[in-house]
């Protein structure tokens, strides 16, 4: 059984080179750490945040991510795709998620608030009712996901392709309705 670390502050702590230990984090927050290129599968995370931490490039598989928030963090190219999808539930403030995978995940109600979110994918992933607030989708890839509801009206630089994906009730500002028609070649002015 893996042990419980409950209440307690990470701060500055260097996990690349000497890993995080396995075990279920309750209510604990890591300020300023560096996961990046580190391992934390198999860890759970519980009401979990992360404030200004460099997690990029570390491995995800079957870690647990239930109801963690991410602010000021440095997640380039991470692997969602590879958690455990059991309570699984995020947020993130903030953060630069250059080219990170969110395929095949379940994602409702998540909040993307000034995000870099270039590069990112979303192949087959559930973002009903997500928010994508003040963030930053240049050739971020939407394919065969739900949009249902999602919140786009202050994100800029995005191409979705309406055909291809669900988008009933998905809000967007009249301004930058040009992302959706680029296959279309129009030119809107």
Known sequence: MNPIIEDELFKKENFSRSPLPIGNYESCSFEQCDFSNGNLSGIVFNECEFIDCNLS???????????????????????FKSVSTFLMRFNFTNCNLQM??????????????????????????????????????????????NLEGAH??????????????????????????????????????
């Open 57 to 79: 490039n570390a491995t995800l598989k079957n870690t647990t991510l239930n109801d963690v928030t991410f602010s000021g963090c440095k997640l380039l190219g991470l692997n």
């Open 100 to 145: 990170a995978q969110f395929d095949f995940l379940t994602l409702k109600q998540t909040l993307f608030i000034n995000c870099e979110l270039q590069q990112a994918t979303f192949n087959e992933t559930d973002l009903s009712q997500a928010e994508f607030d003040e963030c930053n989708l240049l050739e971020t890839q939407f394919f065969n996901s």
């Open 152 to 189: 786009f009206q202050t994100a800029y630089n995005f191409i979705i392709d309406p055909e291809l994906n669900k988008m009933k009730g998905a809000k967007f500002s009249s301004s930058d309705l040009e992302g959706l028609l680029q296959k279309y070649k129009l030119q809107i002015d």
